[in-house]
């Protein structure tokens, strides 16, 4: 299949290098050192799954240049995404699909803006990865999973599905209720990125402490309230799932907010916690422990804060 890689980082790096090493036409859409090293020297994936170096993948800056594809996999930050998605034409037939795995409730609702929401695929992703160095994408190991909206049997997705099977690279759920998908992760990834963005401690860190883990059962206790209210039902005993699935991560997992906090970039705050008081708030549902963790982090929440002389 052809496929657009657009933000060739964590997530983007490891699926389309994956998607790569089976034969797919892929190309990756990045920027800066990143790009410079992958078109220098490939991409590099390290995982405990298996290395690959992709020698020969097509790595470009310039969304215009790269034509009509099968598949665009969205994979930018949220704070980047409007930009990307506006230049999504070019690459658009009837017959493409757009993809969407960002954290949070909004990736679909932002590319819907500029394209027919019919062919945008929601979906989560449950993997950790990141950018090691410029061109080398690592995950730790931990759970790889993606549950991904079927569009009710349509046939680009079943060849992507085909061939993220064939890859090996992630178990792949074929989905039928992505809304419910999409906030089962939004409910867990906004309490879990808000308490290790509070503490600064990762996954290993939080679990261990009876305080955190207190936090983190509220956050997610509010998060279902707003869901509940918004008349999305999730499964009786999320809040344990959410306890018993993050709880068994490698304990030096932290969250994607954290480490862009730590790195001083753009954050996805305003999407996560931000994003559960704001419904809060419109709904009338409570959100204490979120309201605090989007007034405490704001400030933050595009890049390093700034301080009055
Ligand atoms: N990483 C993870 O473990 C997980 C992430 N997610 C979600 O997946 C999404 C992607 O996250 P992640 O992979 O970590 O993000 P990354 O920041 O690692 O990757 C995004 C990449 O896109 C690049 N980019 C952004 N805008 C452009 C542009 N206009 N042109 C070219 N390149 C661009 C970024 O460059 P630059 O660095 O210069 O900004 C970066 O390299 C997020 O919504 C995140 O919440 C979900 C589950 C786990
Ligand atoms: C915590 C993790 C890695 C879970 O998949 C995640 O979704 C994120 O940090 O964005």
Same mark, same amino acid.
């Not at 080398?136 to 190991?141: V, Y």
């Not at 680009?156 to 992630?170: G, Q, S």
């Not at 008349?231 to 994607?256: C, K, M, N, W």
């Given at each position: 299949?052809?496929?657009?890689?657009?933000?060739?980082?964590?997530?983007? /790096?490891?699926?389309?290098?994956?998607?790569?090493?089976?034969? +797919?036409? @892929?190309?990756?859409?990045?920027?800066?050192? #990143?790009?410079?090293?992958?078109?220098?020297?490939?991409?590099?994936? *390290?995982?405990?799954?298996?290395?690959?170096?992709? $020698?020969?993948? *097509?790595?470009?800056?310039?969304?215009?240049?790269?034509?009509?594809?099968?598949?665009?996999?969205?994979? @930018?930050?949220?704070?980047?995404?409007?930009?990307?998605?506006?230049?999504?034409?070019?690459?658009?037939?009837?017959?493409?699909?757009?993809?969407?795995?960002? +954290?949070?409730?909004?990736?679909?609702?932002?590319?819907?803006?500029?394209?027919?929401?019919?062919?945008?695929?929601?979906?989560?992703?449950?993997?950790?990865?990141?950018?090691?160095?410029?061109?080398?994408?690592?995950?730790?190991?931990?759970? #790889?999973?993606?549950?991904?909206?079927?569009?009710?049997?349509?046939?680009?997705?079943?060849?992507?599905?085909?061939?993220?099977?064939?890859?090996?690279?992630?178990?792949?759920?074929?989905?039928?209720?992505?809304?419910?998908?999409?906030?089962?992760?939004?409910?867990?990834?906004?309490?879990?990125?808000?308490?290790?963005?509070?503490?600064?401690?990762?996954? /290993?860190? @939080?679990?261990?402490?009876?305080?955190?883990?207190?936090?983190?059962?509220?956050?997610?206790?509010?998060?279902?309230? @707003?869901?509940?209210?918004?008349?999305?039902?999730?499964?009786?005993? #999320?809040?344990?799932?959410?306890?018993?699935?993050?709880?068994?991560?490698?304990?030096?997992?932290?969250?994607?907010?954290?480490?862009?906090?730590?790195?001083?970039?753009? $954050?996805?705050?305003?999407?996560?916690?931000?994003?559960?008081?704001?419904?809060?708030?419109?709904?009338?549902?409570?959100?204490?422990?979120?309201?605090?963790?989007?007034?405490?982090?704001?400030?933050?929440?595009?890049?390093?804060?700034?301080?009055?002389?």
């Amino acid at each position: 299949m052809k496929i657009a890689v657009i933000g060739a980082g964590g997530i983007g /790096g490891y699926l389309g290098g994956r998607l790569s090493q089976t034969g +797919n036409q @892929v190309t990756l859409v990045a920027r800066g050192g #990143h790009l410079n090293a992958i078109r220098q020297n490939g991409l590099r994936i *390290e995982s405990p799954f298996g290395c690959a170096h992709l $020698t020969s993948i *097509e790595a470009t800056d310039n969304i215009a240049a790269i034509g009509p594809v099968d598949i665009i996999l969205a994979t @930018v930050k949220l704070p980047d995404l409007n930009d990307v998605a506006r230049q999504f034409s070019s690459m658009i037939t009837e017959t493409t699909r757009i993809i969407t795995l960002q +954290n949070g409730i909004d990736a679909k609702p932002m590319i819907a803006q500029f394209t027919n929401a019919d062919r945008i695929a929601q979906g989560v992703i449950y993997l950790a990865a990141d950018i090691k160095e410029p061109g080398t994408i690592m995950t730790p190991g931990g759970k #790889h999973q993606m549950l991904v909206d079927d569009l009710n049997g349509d046939a680009t997705m079943a060849a992507l599905f085909d061939e993220i099977d064939r890859a090996e690279a992630i178990d792949v759920t074929r989905s039928r209720d992505a809304e419910k998908v999409v906030w089962s992760k939004f409910t867990a990834q906004a309490s879990i990125a808000g308490v290790t963005a509070l503490t600064r401690l990762p996954l /290993g860190g @939080v679990f261990a402490s009876q305080e955190a883990k207190v936090l983190l059962a509220q956050m997610i206790d509010e998060a279902i309230a @707003v869901a509940s209210a918004k008349g999305i039902q999730l499964d009786p005993d #999320h809040r344990e799932t959410v306890f018993r699935t993050y709880g068994a991560q490698p304990g030096a997992q932290s969250s994607s907010l954290l480490v862009d906090i730590e790195a001083g970039k753009p $954050t996805e705050l305003q999407w996560l916690s931000g994003r559960v008081h704001a419904l809060g708030k419109e709904l009338g549902v409570p959100t204490p422990a979120h309201s605090v963790t989007w007034n405490a982090l704001a400030a933050v929440k595009d890049g390093p804060a700034t301080i009055r002389a």
